[in-house]
């Protein structure tokens, strides 16, 4: 008989406790560190994961993906422009920049009109293809997990990158070796423990494993974040706003999970597609982060 497979995403990697079952979604078990409120999901193996999740249909399959990624290029690229004026506010301009989970590439390249040296790190070779074929950017191919560049970066962003990672501490890890001394992280995720969070409970949108692994709270970002010597300098709510056709992927994908947003399709699908929607919930923010050495 075939040893059992060993279960991982079940140590607190901030706390190192042992996290405690809170409920299933997906037949997967989600569970939660008592002690600083973070929560993953319970995997039997990370191999091949990132490169079986995020394959090309992700780009344009719909269902949890994009039915046509580039076809969001212009929202994107404005983006990058609204992240590197909002770095600006802080003092922080046209140095070197990791996006991380940079996908085509084209957030990179609005930190790159605004002057930065941007480059990309992305797990998808046909995206990191485009980048450089396209957009003519530096594409790095791999995950922050398990890659390490010689170069320092003044700025890595993460932007929706952190829920999707195998492994969050590696890759905090693996980032600060790539941060200069004084240099920052850019930081947009998910907070579970937001009102929108909390109304939906197990159905909210982000609980979708195996596609989203770990949650995490302000607090519980900031406690990882500091154990590789990155002190909080701020966060707030981003700009942020996906196409109507995207909208409607996702609803179709969700509606079995939420009544409300089953309600929400019929009056979605009248939206022409390439209509720009706000996202006006308050589950996800951005967070700033300075390197402390």
Same mark, same amino acid.
Request: net charge positive; with cysteine.
């Given at each position: 008989?075939?040893?059992?497979?060993?279960?991982?995403?079940?140590?607190?990697?901030?706390?190192?406790?042992?996290?405690?079952?809170?409920?299933?979604?997906?037949?997967?078990?989600?569970?939660?560190?008592?002690?600083?409120?973070?929560?993953?999901?319970?995997? +039997?193996?990370?191999?091949?994961?990132?490169?079986?999740?995020?394959?090309?249909?992700?780009?344009?399959?719909? &269902?949890?993906?994009?039915?046509?990624?580039?076809?969001?290029?212009?929202?994107?690229?404005?983006?990058?422009?609204?992240?590197?004026?909002?770095?600006?506010?802080?003092?922080?301009?046209?140095?070197?920049?990791?996006?991380?989970?940079?996908?085509?590439?084209?957030?990179?390249?609005?930190?790159?009109?605004?002057?930065?040296?941007?480059?990309?790190?992305?797990?998808?070779?046909?995206?990191?293809?485009?980048?450089?074929?396209?957009?003519?950017?530096?594409?790095?191919?791999?995950?922050?997990?398990?890659?390490?560049?010689?170069?320092?970066?003044?700025?890595?962003?993460?932007?929706?990158?952190?829920?999707?990672?195998?492994?969050? &501490?590696? &890759?905090?890890?693996?980032?600060?070796?790539?941060?200069?001394?004084?240099?920052?992280?850019?930081?947009?995720?998910?907070?579970?423990?937001?009102?929108?969070?909390?109304?939906?409970?197990?159905?909210?949108?982000?609980?979708?494993?195996?596609?989203?692994?770990?949650?995490?709270?302000?607090?519980?970002?900031?406690?990882? &974040?500091?154990?590789?010597?990155?002190?909080?300098?701020?966060?707030?709510?981003?700009?942020? +706003?996906?196409?109507?056709?995207?909208?409607?992927?996702?609803?179709?994908?969700?509606?079995?999970?939420?009544?409300?947003?089953?309600?929400?399709?019929?009056?979605?699908?009248?939206?022409?597609?390439?209509?720009?929607?706000?996202?006006?919930?308050?589950?996800?923010?951005?967070?700033?982060?300075?390197?402390?050495?």
């Amino acid at each position: 008989m075939a040893p059992a497979s060993k279960s991982i995403n079940i140590i607190c990697v901030i706390c190192h406790q042992h996290l405690e079952p809170v409920f299933k979604k997906n037949g997967v078990p989600i569970q939660e560190c008592k002690a600083c409120r973070y929560r993953a999901a319970e995997i +039997s193996s990370t191999a091949g994961h990132t490169k079986r999740l995020y394959n090309d249909n992700y780009f344009s399959g719909g &269902a949890d993906g994009y039915l046509d990624y580039l076809q969001d290029k212009e929202s994107l690229l404005g983006r990058g422009r609204w992240y590197s004026h909002l770095l600006a506010k802080y003092g922080i301009q046209n140095g070197r920049l990791l996006d991380v989970g940079a996908a085509a590439g084209v957030i990179a390249s609005g930190f790159r009109s605004e002057g930065w040296k941007a480059e990309g790190l992305e797990p998808n070779q046909s995206m990191v293809h485009y980048g450089r074929q396209q957009l003519d950017l530096t594409m790095h191919h791999g995950s922050l997990e398990s890659m390490v560049i010689d170069t320092k970066f003044d700025v890595i962003s993460m932007i929706q990158v952190l829920a999707h990672l195998t492994d969050p &501490a590696a &890759a905090f890890r693996h980032a600060s070796q790539m941060t200069k001394p004084g240099g920052h992280w850019l930081i947009k995720t998910w907070n579970y423990q937001s009102l929108s969070a909390r109304i939906f409970r197990k159905s909210w949108h982000q609980y979708s494993p195996p596609r989203t692994l770990h949650w995490f709270t302000s607090h519980s970002l900031n406690a990882l &974040a500091a154990q590789f010597q990155m002190k909080f300098v701020a966060s707030g709510g981003p700009q942020k +706003s996906i196409s109507a056709q995207h909208a409607k992927s996702l609803l179709r994908h969700a509606t079995s999970e939420s009544a409300f947003l089953k309600f929400m399709t019929c009056p979605a699908a009248l939206l022409p597609d390439r209509l720009m929607i706000p996202y006006l919930a308050d589950d996800l923010s951005w967070y700033l982060f300075q390197n402390d050495n």
